[in-house]
């Protein structure tokens, strides 16, 4: 005569999978965000500003020794904390002698300063608009 094992008597509702786990926290996530409108809403109209800022065409030069932060904002891809990196450096450092120094500001690599060299200047009039 065969014993029963004492393994634990399954039940014959299904674990939940890890795929309805993720699915439930997102869920949950969504309905917070949601329940909080005002900061999504502020958040989507300042995203919504800084894209139509950078769709715009940038025409002129903006001399990096003397740009205002303002200036400085013309610029694809910089932002206020940017800008505000940059003229503490070149406060710091003094001026800058080539655009190329603006690589030791956070978040300026090789490819964004690609980017932004050639409405980049060390010398003379900050001509830059944006249409």
Do not use: W, Y
């Not at 393994?7 to 309805?20: K, N, Q």
């Not at 109209?45 to 303002?70: H, P």
């Not at 450092?93 to 060390?122: C, N, Q, W, Y």
């Amino acid at each position: 005569m065969q014993t029963r094992s004492s393994r634990p008597v399954r039940s014959s509702r299904p674990r939940p999978s890890l795929v309805g786990k993720v699915f439930v926290a997102l869920l949950l996530a969504c309905a917070s965000a949601l329940s909080s409108g005002s900061a999504l809403a502020a958040g989507s109209s300042a995203a919504a500003a800084e894209a139509a800022r950078s769709a715009a065409v940038l025409t002129g030069f903006v001399n990096v020794n003397a740009a205002s932060a303002e200036q400085l904002q013309l610029l694809p891809g910089v932002g206020e904390k940017k800008a505000r990196a940059i003229i503490a450096l070149r406060r710091e450092r003094g001026g800058f002698k080539s655009v190329d120094e603006l690589t030791l500001v956070k978040g300026i690599g090789e490819g964004m300063l690609a980017r932004l060299r050639p409405h980049l200047r060390t010398d003379g009039k900050t001509t830059a608009v944006a249409r």
